[in-house]
């Protein structure tokens, strides 16, 4: 019996160590890097919770990077350089993303780094960015803490702060009677981060917010909440920072139990994700911020990247498109500064003028809130879901000011 | 402490520690040999409580219970960090106290149920409590240790991720390391042992179990506290995430897999669980699944994890004779 | 409060607690025969809903031939965790439970790679709402209760009655005596994890369609079914179904009262219900052999 077990023992180490060596084989970066390579590091969660986005931000990211490569990548003083992205896996944890970001910067020595997503990602490795003085593009929904003060961090993504004033200001154009409303979202600091702009954007709006409330991250039952709701029947459930499969389920469940006003989500829902789940008859009329191919609304080069996404990977990820934009802000920030060195770069994204996205023009902005022009300003689109399609209406512009915080967590 | 080739050895290991910031300048793998000595200083506290037999969960809790008293000590009371670091401890001490008094009543299971549930409602507590633990967000900025000065004499300050972390945290494993060997070589770690591995005999010869299940659970507890304390003050940011019952779970993985039977078992787990996944980390979303066929190897084919493979292999002599 | 809304929690307790209840009939299996948690539960689950999610949803067959093909597969699959896992490890408690975390691991990831991490939707197997009184329900919830109620009964039905299950039954309370009595302890154990996958795998596929699969579909609910079983008593299925009933009228009661801050007062009940009943509902002293 002993010897049995040992042999197997030694079948499974061989196994195993096999296993790891083919691992290490197939996945092991080109260590050397080459003379003209800018490398660019990326932190994401692609297992975990967050992986839905990270794997989109992932997509993304290395779309914009072929783009930009085939088309001959940058001239830095008359050197040509083209560009490499070395994408780690945070598992939407900050110790995660600590270990991620110190394997980029000491190992890989990659010179920018794009992509962090999701609060405690960012604030756990801004201590050590900052420091290392490496210009860093993020996209969370995280409060102003999160640029105030920081020299080298920019959010290319618009977070409901901004972009809810202008976005529940055409909500209230179209549809006046709507008047009150419950906040539903994810008890993360996503979840916070939504909650508390559309609560201040519908408040300074004169909408009557009758109460946030939050669920655990990977919950399936609404039923208590739903009832919760109902006792105080608001005229829309505002669900801005809740993720797909939890806003499905919600959806399904709050219309199951007899739920009958409108659904305005202030974030992406791709309606062939969440028609599934949540059932065709009850997301339509969803007013929400995504976007996709169609609709009087989308920007020519908003198509023509869903074409080229579709063409590369073969589905939508409704995530993907805010993230695509990183990549050619930082080429266009070291163009611009004709060096790689990060202050250079840095200077130069802060000066850049208006510029163009696959959003429509965009610019830097933020000084009244943060202290520096670390925030990107561009459309935020106002979609409707439509006979199964989520369609894009109009872009609306966010507003550098955002209507004076509430703190809704102190409020009943 | 007579032998010779112990002493010799001790102070070899110092010397090491000591030299070993400037073998490895790299920041990236001077931050994951910290990590180490974190993990190694929560898993030998869970150790102790396992040491008796029972297996706690609540361990990541009590490291977040020192963490966020630590930096609401210091940023909101002003309290320096000197006098924080052993309050964080005291504070996490005194809730083990107040929980393990009832639940270390509980057994096996139900322990674990109970351990996992106090581990869930302090989760709950530092994420819907936003004055005081800041909520999702977690708290930011949490300053680095005052500098110590002797006037005229030296002085070291703290930069952020410094090399003086280093120091500071060998120090911390080298205080806990004592105080736990100590514990083992006792008469009352030789109790503990008999506790494990017959209950009822111990009781009926005088031993009281719930006195030396309540000490080990509340030292394992303070030393969390204080791991809890040098983590907040270290990472300058803290957030309800990092506390949660997945971290638990791999302190117990630590133990389990670098053996359980000596405090060096601990630090082998702690050393290659910290090397492992960055080992792999090429291997992207394989990582994981590595990850779990190397803890089932060492489960299947290393039953007293790998101290005790080691120990077989080359015939180490226990360094002392208790059990645990 | 309302009657209105008494009524609606009332409903919604019952259906909630009967998930849990169907959620951890598998686990309480386990952990009555091997005495061991399995934190691998949350993943065989998860597999049902895909095998249901691929044989029902991809390829079209009946709903309950894809729930079948579930509890087959997962049999098998129980019987081989079982062989080159957990039989080596059947004297180390603690060990077992750090392999069923480790093999949770793999296969969570291992569907992640397969699967993609998108949670998608198993189609509906009824729709339309049901009126019980001032309250709707939709038909999938009473399917749910049904299939629930039907398969709780069944397996205590079979532990007590059938052959096999007094067998069973016999291994879980005392494996020496069994042994004595001619019993082949490690086949039946052997078999008992089989069941208990196939029961896991049943719960994922029966609560699919109301939800989604996705690989990380059994993180969640199955802390609760540990809850569930654990507050049960040692293994015992009666318990288990007390405890489910207790669990989802303390949630659904606190969590519609308070909002969120209902998690941490279900969390304290259930602690403070453990410290009054350090053996579960319906359990016995706990002893490792």
Known sequence: MRGKMRGRGICFSVAFVFLAGLMFVLFSPA??????????????????????????????????????????????????????????????????????????????????????????????????????????????????????????TFRAMVPPTHFAPSFFKWVKDKHPQLKTLIHIAANDATGWGATNGDNDACHALGMKVLGSEFFERGSTDFTAMVTRILSQNPDFLS????????????????????????????????????????????????????????????????????????????????????????FDILVMGIKKANSLDSTKVRDAIEQMDEFDTIWGKARWGGKELYGNNHQLFRPTPV?????????????????????????????K | MSNPLKIFTSLGALAAMLMLPWVITDPRYRDLIITMGIYFILASGLRLIMSVGQVSFAQAAFWGIGAYSSAILVMKAGLSFWLSLPLSGIISAFIALLIGYPCLRLKGPYFFIITMSFGEVARLVFT???????????????????????????????????????????????????VMYRIERSHFGKACGAIREFDDLAASLGINIMRHSIILFVVGCFFAGIAGSFYAHYMTYIGPGYFSFHESLLFLIIAVIGGTESIFGIIIGAVLLTILPEFTREAKQFESIIYGAFVLVVLLFMPSGIWGMLKKIFRIKPLSKSYI | MTAQILAQIVVYATVLSLVYILMSLGLTLVF?????????????????????????????????????????????????????????????MLAACLASLGVGMMLQ????????????????????????????ISNERLLIVLVSVAITLALILFIKKSKTGRVLQAVAQNPEA?????????????????IACALAATAG???????????????????????VVIMGGLGSLVGAVIAGFVLGFVEQFSLTMFGFVGHIFGFIIIMVLLLFRPRGFLGKDFKVH
């Open chain 1, 31 to 152: 260590q050397a890097a080459e003379p003209k390579t800018i490398l660019i590091g990326d932190s994401n969660p692609l297992t975990g919770g967050g992986a839905y986005w990270g794997i989109g931000s992932k997509n993304a990211l290395d779309l914009a990077m072929d783009k930009c490569n085939k088309a001959g990548g940058v001239t830095i003083k008359g050197q040509q350089y083209l560009f490499k992205i070395i994408h780690e896996d945070d598992k939407y944890k900050g110790s995660e993303a600590v270990k991620a970001i110190n394997k980029l910067i000491f190992t890989d020595k990659v010179q920018f780094i794009v992509g962090p997503l999701g609060t405690a990602a960012v604030k756990a490795v801004q201590p050590i960015t900052e420091a290392q003085k490496m210009v860093m593009i993020i996209d969370t929904y995280a409060g102003p803490d999160i640029l105030r003060n920081m020299n080298y």
């Open chain 1, 383 to 411: 979609s409707i879901i439509k006979d199964k399609k989520l369609i894009c209406l109009e872009m609306v512009t966010p507003q550098e000011v955002p209507p004076p915080s509430q703190e809704w967590h102190n409020r």
């Open chain 3, 178 to 194: 069994a042994s004595l009595q001619g019993i082949n302890v490690t086949r039946m154990t052997a078999v008992g994890f089989g």
């Open chain 2, 128 to 178: 819907s409590w936003i004055d005081l633990f800041g909520g999702t967000n977690g708290i930011s900025g949490i300053p680095a240790p005052d500098p110590i000065t002797i006037s005229g004499v030296f002085s070291i300050s703290f930069p952020p991720r410094g090399v003086e972390f280093y120091y500071l945290l060998m120090l911390l494993i080298i205080v806990s390391f004592f």
């Open chain 3, 205 to 227: 596929g029966i609560i699919a369609p109301l939800v989604y699969v996705s690989p990380y579909m059994g993180v969640e609910p199955v802390l609760k079914a540990f809850i």
């Open chain 1, 239 to 326: 669900m801005g920072g809740s993720p797909p499969g939890e806003a499905a389920l919600l959806i399904k469940q709050a219309r199951e139990m007899g739920y009958k006003g409108r659904i305005i989500h202030s974030g992406m829902l791709e309606p062939s994700q969440l028609g599934p789940i949540a059932g065709w008859e009850n997301i339509e009329g969803i007013i929400q911020t995504g976007i996709g191919p169609e609709g009087p609304g989308v920007p020519k080069a908003m198509k023509q990247y869903f074409i080229d996404y579709e063409a590369k990977y073969g589905n939508v990820n409704s995530f993907a498109p805010y993230i695509y934009d990183m």
């Open chain 3, 32 to 92: 009555s025969i091997m005495r061991m948690i399995n934190f691998a539960h949350g993943e065989l689950y998860m597999l049902g809903g895909l095998s249901v999610y691929y044989i029902y949803g991809r390829l079209g067959l009946n709903y309950w031939v894809g729930i079948l093909g579930a509890v087959v597969i997962m049999f098998f699959f129980g019987l081989l965790l079982e062989r080159t896992i957990f039989r080596p490890l059947r004297h180390d």
């Open chain 3, 109 to 136: 990831t291992g569907a992640l790679l397969f699967f993609g991490e998108e949670e998608k939707a198993v189609p509906p197997v009824v729709t339309g709402t049901f009126q019980l009184g001032n309250v709707s």
